[in-house]
Nanobody, 122 residues
């Protein structure tokens, strides 16, 4: 069982930056791949980024490649999403999720956080 709590969302102007954090409970965090997804009002949940259990492999949606960076600190049971050059279209609720294997498909993930709102103003 893994419990996830996101933080770090907020309101930022276009071009700005935010860093999201996802703190995990449980001793098995380091054995899980982690993903970030987002969902805007009226839209489906979409993949943002994922990272392998070791942090050695990372994956990104084309829409965020070069702007967002996913990382993890297994000693702190935390995964991060550094978001730079934010755009209004990045506005969404951001969720972190855990699964044994990294995936860009949200149904593959077993555990989810409650989400954190990111709003980018133009």
């Amino acid at each position: 069982q893994v419990q996830l709590v996101e933080s770090g969302g907020g309101l930022v102007q276009a071009g700005g930056s935010l860093r999201l954090s996802c703190a995990a409970s449980g001793r098995t965090f380091s054995s899980y791949a982690m993903g970030w997804f987002r969902q805007a009002p009226g839209k489906e949940r979409e993949f943002v980024a994922a990272i392998s259990w070791s942090g050695g492999s990372t994956y990104y949606a084309d829409s965020v490649k070069g702007r967002f960076t996913i990382s993890r600190d297994n000693a702190k049971n935390t995964v991060y999403l550094q978001m730079n050059s934010l755009k209004p279209e990045d506005t969404a609720v951001y969720y972190c999720a855990a699964d044994p294997v990294p995936s860009s498909s949200w149904p593959d993930y077993d555990y989810w956080g409650q989400g954190t709102q990111v709003t980018v103003s133009s």
